[in-house]
């Protein structure tokens, strides 16, 4: 009876195994290939619940979702002769498994493949164009001649490259020192420029205020001397009318001045006794 039980449950762990050898999924964001004795005998397996035969038979699993590298910065040269670098990515997808298991076999050794493509076509097609250009204007045409030609060279290993990016594009340290050197340099010229263009500004603006100054003095004495002038007239004119009004009392006004001005105190004057100075003494 033991025995028999035994070997129930022998058998039974036997179908088991056998079971499961026999018995894979596919996932929704796989893709599978059967190989029997290490050679393809299924290629690109749809997702679901397969057979296969046990021992004899092994599947392959290969990633269907779009895969992203980011490669490392490298340099390149424009048309114009200046060396950028380049850090850019690109993403790409397993379109024909078969192909992919026969030339590549994983992703790592699919990434360094596609690194080496991409690199190598994002040379040439940037040393089409001048460094204005590939940071700045031409940048989309030159992803879609790099998207072109790489998908040409990969087509071959199975894979599809579904978009490459230049995420930065800098200069090499020794040239970014240079360039910054003569920006400075530029940049001070400008600064000279402007100081030496504002200095003969502020010139041009003092010696028009002085000269307005000048012109506004001129115009103030001018004005002083001409109503000093009517000023004077004026005087003349109300001693020529009160001359006019009242001779006498002018002529006694007159000598009044003569008197204050002449008979000042510890002065001498000789006159006559009839002298007409003291006329008005009597």
């Known amino acids: 009876m033991e025995k028999r039980l035994i070997s129930f449950f022998v058998l039974l762990a036997a179908l088991g ?4 050898q026999s018995l894979y999924t596919v996932y929704q964001t796989e893709r599978a290939l059967v190989l029997q004795l290490g050679e393809p005998v299924r290629a690109d397996v749809p997702p679901g619940l397969h057979l296969k035969i046990p021992f004899i038979q092994n599947v392959i699993y290969l990633d269907a979702r779009i895969l992203t590298y980011d490669s490392n910065p ?14 850019n990515y690109a993403r790409w997808r397993i ?35 001048t460094l204005e250009e590939v940071v700045s204007s031409k940048r989309q045409e030159i992803m879609l001649q790099v998207i072109a030609k790489a998908n040409e060279l990969s087509s071959e290993y199975g894979v599809e490259v579904i978009d490459v990016r230049i995420k930065r594009t800098d200069l090499p340290q020794e040239n970014q020192r240079a360039i910054f050197g003569r920006m400075q340099a530029e940049r001070e010229r400008q600064a000279k420029q402007y100081r030496s263009q504002g200095e003969e500004e ?5 010696s028009g205020a002085d000269r307005e100054v000048t012109i506004m ?12 002038g009517e000023g004077d007239a004026e005087a003349v ?37 009839g002298s007409e100075f003291l006329r008005f003494f009597k």
Not at 17 to 20: C, R
């Open 95 to 129: 379109t024909s498994p078969l192909r992919f298991y026969q030339t590549l076999r994983t992703v790592r050794l699919a990434q360094t493949k596609l690194v080496d493509i991409v690199y190598s076509e994002l040379r040439v097609v940037v040393g089409r164009y």
């Open 202 to 206: 502020a010139r041009k603006i003092r």
């Open 237 to 273: 004119r109300v001693f020529a009318e009160a001359l006019n009004q009242s001779p006498g009392f002018y002529e006694f006004y007159r000598s009044l001045e003569a008197y204050r001005k002449g008979l000042k105190e510890n002065s001498r004057i000789l006159l006559e006794p």
């Open 217 to 228: 003095l001129a115009e103030a004495r001018r004005k002083a001397e001409v109503l000093h």
């Open 74 to 87: 490298a340099e390149a040269l424009t048309s114009d002769k200046k060396t950028i670098v380049l850090d």
């Open 17 to 20: 195994i056998i079971g499961s």
